[in-house]
């Protein structure tokens, strides 16, 4: 339903966009992942009419628009990076006052300012400055006040930055029952756990670019890699010397050592193991378990980057 196509922005010493090529389908969540710095607010602020692209078309249901189109406009519903609140309000004022912006009558907006308190569990706190709030807290409602005027397309940059697990336990039910209702929605994070679990099409943007983009089972089948080994080691075995054991392969595979797993992946890395497997034993470690799983998104990032997006 919206189809972004060569969108280029560049700053005076920085090139933030190039030729972003990206397409939302309708009733779906398309998640855009990437790491500080990759533009992501860029194309956020351009879709939303903040900013101004330098280069691209964006077509709304087939048809090229201006983001200064007024039903367009109406349509979008837009939860920024930072807290855009009232500080010195409630939670209750805010709501009604973002209300008033988009022209609800006043029944109405008070009508979803209680469902989308009572949704983002935060109803009995209703009347209490948003000051006094925790960060999860502000997160939550500045997610509600995107949303009073019911937009049919979402778009939330990074919303569970830095919170508790309860606040971002509440935030993705949010999302859930957003998505159950139809809602087209873009999500921004940096959070590979998110982009998998939450979104139906995953985009990868580095440094401006996209870098790929599909659901997670097209972006393994574009990596050609399906799977990867976890090899568990034995605590005392550590420090390992991964450059040791991966001197051979590393042209083909790529590892990665956290706690006592070592991950390898890349293509033909079952065939590969027994060899592996010698060259880890030669050195006298000792390992636990061997695990061969289907490769996740972090895989796959690492695969298309060259590098980890760790959070
Ligand atoms: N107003 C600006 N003037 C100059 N450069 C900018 C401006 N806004 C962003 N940039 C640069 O453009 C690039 C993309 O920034 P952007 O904020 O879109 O990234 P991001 O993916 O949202 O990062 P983060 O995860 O940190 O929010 C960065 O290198 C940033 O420094
Ligand atoms: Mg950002």
Redesign the pocket.
């Known amino acids: 339903m919206l189809s972004i196509s060569a969108l280029s922005k560049s700053?005076?010493?920085?090139a933030?966009l190039k030729q972003i090529d990206l397409h939302l389908q309708e009733g779906k969540m398309l998640g855009l992942l990437?790491?500080?710095?990759?533009?992501?607010?860029?194309?956020i602020n351009i879709l939303s009419g903040l900013s101004k692209r330098d280069a691209g078309t964006i077509s709304w249901f087939n048809k090229e628009i201006a983001t200064t189109d007024s039903r367009y406009k109406q349509s979008i519903g837009v939860v920024p990076?930072e807290i855009s609140l009232y500080q010195d309000l409630s939670a209750y004022q805010n709501l009604l006052f973002w209300g008033s912006l988009y022209g609800l009558k006043k029944s109405v907006s008070k009508e979803k300012t209680d469902r989308i308190l009572q949704d983002l569990g935060l109803y009995d706190r209703r009347h209490d400055l948003v000051k006094t709030y925790s960060g999860g807290m502000k997160r939550r409602i500045n997610i509600g006040a995107a949303l009073l005027h019911d937009p049919s397309l979402i778009f939330m940059?990074?919303p569970t930055v830095g919170i508790d697990p309860q606040s971002r336990n509440l935030i993705y039910n949010y999302i859930e029952k957003l998505k159950t209702s139809g809602k087209t929605i873009l999500y921004?994070t940096?959070y590979l756990e998110e982009a998998e679990n939450l979104c139906d099409r995953i985009a990868i943007?580095d440094n401006?670019k996209i870098i790929v983009q599909g659901t997670l089972d097209e972006l393994r089948t574009i990596s050609k890699i399906q799977e990867s080994v976890e090899i568990l080691l034995y605590a005392t075995e550590l420090p390992v010397d991964i450059a040791a054991i991966s001197a051979e392969y590393q042209h083909r595979f790529s590892f990665y050592l956290k706690d006592h797993a070592l991950t390898i992946s890349g293509s033909g890395i079952a065939e590969a193991l027994p060899d592996l497997l010698s060259t880890m034993i030669n050195q006298s470690l000792k390992i636990k378990k061997i695990e061969i799983k289907k490769i996740n998104l972090e895989n796959i990032f690492l695969q298309f980057t060259g590098y980890q997006l760790r959070d």
Request: charged content about 15%; hydrophobic content about 20%; cysteine-free.
């Open positions: 700053y005076p010493n920085h933030a990437g790491p500080n710095g990759a533009g992501k607010t860029t194309l990076q940059d990074e921004t940096h943007l401006g």
